[in-house]
């Protein structure tokens, strides 16, 4: 499914969106364990293009929900730093480390806008795709926005192998037309976040977030984004113990929405 193109279950029943009103209430929530070197340019990115939103009467006001997943470094510290300067802050702090899975949970839980960004701390698009983001929410009526990389090079050999062989996966499994499945830039209505409920802990919540849009009857739209990799610190997303999480979820999804 390229630009352009919707994926939905094809539901006749699914109402429609509410996806014009320019005072809504934008939320943003960052998952991060052990992000110190990211956490401030994160939230100053974020703020610095939901004002120039609210400026131009984009949106009404935004929030910025940082989930502190356990962090041993000086996450915790910097991000209540940020909130106790500025209101639209707030921050998520888990007793214990709850992975990727938990993290983007408790961010749904927490994010009280009528249209809701989930990406990551190490920025891996330009945070000013989001004004595009939500005029393609709006304008084609749609449910989700979910970006895919243009160039994913700067990955690495294996991760983009990895990635290949992934998405493929989950397009047979499931049979979901969305080309870049695991990619941190997904928008969504405020009924999405209120019906689609994921169970995973690992990184399989992205597509099990997609998947159970779709399945619900919800309208995904994609765009294409360019892409930064990371240059400060390490993704442990390509794990072995990441990846075996991620095969036990995939499965338990398949194994539930077989069931009659």
């Not at 920025?123 to 939500?134: C, F, I, Q, S, V």
Request: charged letters at 25%; glycine letters at 6%.
């Amino acid at each position: 499914m390229g630009p352009g193109q919707r994926e939905s279950s094809g539901d006749s029943h699914r109402e429609p969106a509410v996806w014009s009103t320019a005072d809504q209430l934008l939320s943003i929530f960052l998952p991060m364990w052990n992000e110190e070197d990211y956490v401030e340019r994160a939230v100053t990115a974020a703020s610095g293009t939901c004002d120039l939103m609210v400026a131009a009467g984009e949106i009404g006001d935004y929030e910025i929900v940082i989930v502190d997943d356990a962090s041993t470094d000086a996450t915790p510290q910097i991000a209540d730093g940020l909130a106790a300067q500025d209101h639209r802050v707030r921050v998520v702090h888990h007793a214990r480390n709850r992975k990727l899975g938990g993290s983007i949970k408790s961010g749904l839980a927490a994010s009280r806008g009528d249209v809701v960004l989930y990406t990551d701390a190490d920025l891996p698009w330009d945070m000013g795709e989001l004004r595009r983001a939500l005029r393609v929410l709006r304008t084609y009526e749609v449910d989700m926005v979910s970006a895919y990389r243009l160039d994913r090079t700067g990955e690495g050999p294996l991760r983009t192998v990895y990635s290949f062989v992934y998405n493929g996966l989950i397009s047979v499994l499931f049979k979901t037309r969305v080309r870049d499945i695991n990619f941190s830039f997904k928008l969504m209505t405020r009924r999405v976040v209120d019906t689609v409920h994921p169970k995973s802990e690992s990184s399989f919540i992205d597509a099990e977030i997609v998947v159970r849009a779709r399945n619900a009857g919800f309208e995904i739209l994609q765009i294409g984004v360019d892409y930064f990799p990371r240059t400060r610190g390490v993704s442990t997303l390509s794990s072995p113990a990441v990846i075996r999480a991620l095969v036990r979820e995939l499965l338990a999804l398949r194994r539930e929405l077989a069931r009659p």
